[in-house]
């Protein structure tokens, strides 16, 4: 069963993927779809950035199972499967910074994700 995460991923949206004044609308949005969720406090979130580097927000997913990894809001497919993940990430709040998980799968330390890229 994962862990609930609910301030983890808040302070990472705050923090980290969607900061600064540019982000407060499109914080306030995810804020608002993150309290719209029933037992929030007691589900397991994963956001999707676009790289390591720049963890920028693409989107919001529950994590129900290992296997139901499904989209709240953003831009992204509606589930994540672990064929589509590049790099696994876990939130360092007293850092304020995502780093590499070590994992290969999801996993509770999981935090984030950045998703394989399409080429083009």
């Not at 589900?43 to 676009?50: E, L």
């Not at 693409?58 to 994590?63: H, S």
Request: hydrophobic residues 35%.
């Amino acid at each position: 069963v994962p862990r609930a995460n609910l301030q983890v991923i808040r302070n990472a949206l705050k923090d980290v993927c969607l900061a600064g004044r540019v982000n407060e609308r499109e914080l306030l949005d995810v804020t608002k779809a993150l309290s719209a969720l029933p037992n929030a406090d007691t589900t397991k979130f994963v956001v999707s950035v676009r790289d390591v580097q720049q963890p920028t927000y693409r989107a919001l997913y529950t994590w129900d199972s290992p296997y139901e990894i499904t989209k709240v809001c953003g831009v992204g497919p509606r589930r994540l499967d672990p064929d589509s993940v590049q790099t696994y990430l876990k939130y360092d709040c007293g850092g304020k910074r995502f780093t590499p998980a070590g994992a290969k799968y999801f996993d509770v330390m999981v935090d984030a994700v950045v998703r394989i890229r399409p080429r083009n």
